[in-house]
């Protein structure tokens, strides 16, 4: 299974930029996720099988953070993924602002997700 882009594929309704790992884009709002690990849940004749697929989905907004996360759930269920947490931290990002640019103030929203899938560890 290529996580990323079933990931990328469910968020697609936010209309919100979404990447694996980093952005570098311009826009002020923007969804990155994270790989966070897989374990076997299924084998036999002694090899795994099926296995699950954890990722974390990171959303930095202005907007209500209890609409879009809501949104962003809802697109991953519709992906087959299974919600296993959320939160929500307000911040500023510093990071991303230059010294003559004011401060924004941001909630970040982590939702961790979860799917099932058979292994393929078939050379691509």
Do not use: W
Not at 14 to 30: A, D, H, L, R, S
Not at 54 to 69: G, L, W
Not at 73 to 90: A, K, N, P, Q, Y
């Amino acid at each position: 299974m290529n996580i990323n882009k079933l990931v990328i594929e469910c968020l697609k309704p936010i209309n919100m930029p979404v990447c694996p790992g980093n952005y570098t884009g311009k826009k002020n709002e923007y969804i990155v996720f994270n790989y966070a690990g897989e374990r076997p849940v299924i084998f036999g004749d002694n090899i795994d099988l099926i296995d699950i697929t954890s990722v974390q989905v990171h959303c930095f907004t202005e907007q209500n953070p209890q609409k879009i996360k809501k949104r962003i759930r809802r697109c991953l269920r519709s992906g087959g993924f299974i919600i296993t947490d959320t939160e929500e931290i307000s911040a500023k990002e510093e990071f991303r602002t230059s010294a003559s640019k004011p401060q924004r103030n941001y909630i970040h929203i982590i939702i961790s997700a979860e799917i099932e899938g058979v292994i393929n560890d078939e050379e691509e």
